[in-house]
Nanobody, 114 residues
Framework: QVQLVESGGGLVQPGGSLRLSCAAS????????MGWYRQAPGKQRELVAH???????TYTDSVKGRFTIARDNRKNTVYLQMNSLKSEDTAVYYC????????WGQGTQVTVSS
């Protein structure tokens, strides 16, 4: 069964850090490019970072220098280390392949607020 399970979100103050994890079933993780997406209230879902199986990473401009994506191919898990968080990073964060091949998981809520 294809499944994506995100975790690690929470409430953090501006400037704080969080580390998100996404466990994927092997059939979808495989050799696919994996990405972290986010959706803020009232906005469309956007891709914030993605990483190839060979660990080549790409980031959207708004998170460059603050977020780091990584993957563990043995554990079928992708991570997102988020530092220097800002209020505009508040969103539900999801992982999926690129292009999107799997059903969306439940996501993990990240709230940045003082």
């Amino acid at each position: 069964q294809v499944q994506l399970v995100e975790s690690g979100g929470g409430l953090v103050q501006p400037g704080g850090s969080l580390r998100l994890s996404c466990a994927a079933s092997g059939s979808i993780f495989g050799g696919n490019v994996m990405g972290w997406y986010r959706q803020a209230p009232g906005k469309q879902r956007e891709l914030v970072a993605h990483i190839t199986r060979a660990a080549s990473a790409t980031y959207t401009d708004s998170v460059k220098g603050r977020f780091t994506i990584a993957r563990d191919n043995r554990k079928n898990t992708v991570y997102l280390q988020m530092n220097s968080l800002k209020s505009e990073d508040t969103a539900v964060y999801y992982c999926n392949t690129i292009p999107v091949l799997a059903p969306w998981g439940q996501g993990t809520q990240v709230t940045v607020s003082s």
